[in-house]
Structure formats: C-alpha cells, structure tokens
C-alpha cells in the first residue's frame, strides 16, 4: 500500500489522519485509537450541543409506568428531537435511539448503547468515505488494501469510551534521527 494515500482526502477531513497512519504503521501511530479519535471527535461535538444535552435527557429519564406510557412518552420526545436535529449524524443517532426504545424499552444504558452504535455505524461509514475518495484518485487497487486495513482497525477499535488525549512524544534531535533506524517497505 502506498505511503501517500492521505494526499487523496481534502486538508480538513478528519479521516485523513487516520489514512496517513493506516499507510505508515513503521512510524509509531496507533490506528485503532486514531480511528476512534476521528469518530468519536464529531460525536462528543454533538452530545456537548443544545440538542445533544435534550437527547440525552430524553433517553435518561426514569419511567415507572408498567403500561408502556413512559415508552410512548419517550418516543414522543425523540420523534420531537429528530425533526429540529442538527446534522446527519444527529438523526442517525435519533433513529437509532427510536428503534432501542422499540425493541427493548428504556433502561439505565439506553444512551450508551445508542452512541455505541451510533459510533459503529459512523466508523463504518468513515472507513467507506475515505476509501471513496482513495478510489476516486488512485484507484482501487489501492483503495482494497486500505479498506481492509481500516475494517481489522475498527474491529480492535474501543468505541465504550472517548479516547484520552494524545500524549506529545519530545522532538527528536537531529543526531537521535539519524540514528533511528527505518523499517523499510517492499515496493
């Protein structure tokens, strides 16, 4: 796989990280924490927002009706909250939110679960995206490799949390770089 892949995605694109340390395992990246870092970057931003604070309420307050109004109760609320969302990824979360109330009814993990898969999906569809514009500007024979790079990554991924901050390592002296060796790449 090339080592230049990451020139495909635009300077902002919040994937093109990801791509660049996908490409350059040698040089010390962690790609799974990398790749919740971009997911989980635009999904903290959302819970953090107005909407994300009724959403959250929504799904966190206790119903003790045993009749099921405390559900339709719910459901109200977030059919509320789907029709003022924010972004894309506000009602994919809200839709996601719908169906878990459906099927299992509300509970104490009922915001955890939903962002947890909210987060797969929007890993998922990521991966897809970055590949898309890899595929548009080099092709697919290097767009495949990538693709199955990023997918095992998201597999080994922890989405139950937001990863720490990144730990700056101290700048290497000009004599400590050439004394590091590099892993060199078949080409």
Known sequence: MRDDL????PQTHRWRRVV???????LGG????????????????????????AFAAALSTEHQDLFGVGVEQIQAKLAALEDCCTSP???????IAMAEVTINGPGPGTLDTVVRATLEIAAQDGIEGA???VADQRG?????PLRV???????????????????RRPKL??????????????V
């Not at 990451?6 to 995605?9: A, I, Q, T, V, Y």
């Not at 799974?32 to 931003?45: H, I, K, N, Q």
């Not at 790079?149 to 730990?167: E, F, I, R, Y």
């Not at 002296?173 to 078949?186: Q, R, T």
Request: glycine share 6%; hydrophobic share 40%.
């Open 6 to 9: 990451h020139h495909c995605l």
């Open 20 to 26: 660049r340390v996908a490409c350059a395992p040698g």
């Open 140 to 144: 697919e024979k290097h767009a495949r």
């Open 30 to 53: 962690d790609l799974s924490d990398e790749l919740a870092r971009s997911v989980w970057e635009p999904t903290r931003d959302l819970l953090a927002s107005q909407w994300g604070v």
């Open 173 to 186: 002296s000009v004599s400590d770089g050439l004394e590091m060796p590099l892993a060199l790449k078949g």
């Open 89 to 95: 990824l506000a009602r994919r979360m809200s839709e």
């Open 149 to 167: 790079v990023l997918t095992q990554a998201l597999a080994q991924c922890n989405l139950g949390a937001p990863p720490p901050p990144k730990k």
């Open 131 to 133: 590949v898309a514009w």
